[in-house]
Structures are given as C-alpha cells and as structure tokens.
C-alpha cells in the first residue's frame, strides 16, 4: 500500500498570510494531483504534476513536486477567505493504466477575514 | 449532463437493509471510479469500470459491496446487509480517458448513515 502523507492536518490563519502545506510519501508517483473539497461536495481538480522538479501556478497558487517524484508542496500566497476548505493530494502509480488514485487525508485549511 | 451527478444525495439506512446509490457519469466518460469518504479522512477507491467492463475491484471492503455498470454510462453501487462502519460518504467520478493523470471529475456524493 503506498501512502501520502500531507501536513498539516489543520492551518488556520489570517486573511493576506502566505502558507505552504505537504504531501510526502516513500513511494514514487507517476503523477500527482491536487484537490480541493468544500463540505457537502465533491473534490475538484486543481492542478496535475507530471515531471519532477515541475513547477505549476494558478493565480496565487504554487504547485511543485519533487524531484524524485515523491513528494509534493502547495503554496499559496496571500490566502484569502474562498481558500477556505480541504486541500487532498492523489498520486498515480507508475506503470500506465488507470487504476485508482492514491488520496491523502487531507488539509483542513481555514483562512479567516 | 454537465458534470457527475449522484443519487440520493443523503441515505439513512437501518442496519442489515440493502441499499443502492446511482451515479450518472459526463456523458461520452469512458472511466468511471466509485471511492469511499469516511469523516475527516480522504478518499479511498472502492472500484473502477472502463466503460461497461469492472476492470479493477480490488477496493471493496466485503462482499456485500457490489457495483455495476451495465451499459457503459450510469453505474450503481449497492451495498448488501449495511453494517455501521459502512456509513461514509461515496463519491462517484468519471474522466473522459482510461488514464488517471488527466483527473477526475467527482460528483457531490452520497452521505450514507446506517443507524
């Protein structure tokens, strides 16, 4: 079984702070992907990191991952309120195919005015 | 449709009743994925269907879980004889290609209580 681990488990924090939140494993991903998941709904796709050392951005979101492709950080600059929610990394195993992704238990992310 | 679309959207279901939750995929999705979403936790697979055919089911917890997709586009998860610890939530998401790094498309899910 390969896990992803994500750190941490709970942020709060001040409109207009910078954060950075983890997701690491022991395990070599294929590709990895970001989620955000607002209660009562399902997660929706931010981002998918393919090569390591890939850098990607979405507004005021930084996505990287890691070198060796086993790890994985989500930065956001001053968060904002909407940033509010559950930020769930999902990595792919290598081989092709398409099998079920790998989900972490999240970051609960809560970003107050 | 334009997006997934789950049914019913809240299920309380008295221990040992069979239940059976809907999930109508985008239309034109080959890849379909039901993953189970305990309380505070992340989501993990259940099982996994290209177009009509199961080809991965090595997630489901019992044999009292059961899914089909019989002709390639709604899919049912049923869940036999419910026990407690199967109250979570189930989300069902499609994706328009047999290869996981393009993302899935998740519906809102269904919240299961068994009481």
């Known amino acids: 079984t390969q896990l992803l681990e994500q750190s941490p488990q709970f942020l709060s924090i001040q409109e207009g702070e910078n954060l950075t939140v983890y997701c690491n494993s022991s395990s070599v991903f294929s590709s990895l992907q970001w989620y955000r998941q607002e209660p009562g709904e399902g997660p929706v796709l931010l981002v998918t990191v393919v090569t390591g050392g890939e850098v990607k951005k979405l507004k005021r979101l930084t996505f990287q991952f890691g070198d060796a492709r086993k790890d994985s950080s989500l930065h956001i600059t001053a968060a904002q309120p909407g940033d509010t929610g559950l930020y769930l990394c999902a990595g792919a195993t290598p081989g092709g195919g398409a099998d079920g992704l790998t989900f972490g238990k999240g970051t609960h992310l809560i970003i107050q005015p | 449709g334009a997006g997934v679309s789950q049914s019913p959207r809240y299920k309380v279901a008295k221990r040992g009743q069979d239940v059976a939750l809907r999930c109508d995929p985008i239309?034109?999705?080959?890849?379909l994925f039901w993953y189970q979403q305990a309380l505070g936790q992340g989501p993990e697979f259940l099982t996994y269907f290209q177009n009509e055919a199961q080809l991965d089911k090595s997630g489901l917890p019992s044999d009292r879980f059961f899914a089909e997709r019989p002709e390639g586009s709604v899919s049912t998860l049923k869940i036999q004889r419910t026990q407690q610890e199967d109250s979570a939530v189930y989300l069902c998401?499609?994706?328009?290609?047999?290869?996981?790094?393009?993302?899935?498309?998740f519906g809102s899910g269904t919240r299961l209580t068994v009481v």
């Open positions: 239309s034109g999705h080959v890849s």
């Open positions: 998401a499609s994706s328009l290609v047999g290869d996981r790094h393009y993302g899935y498309t």
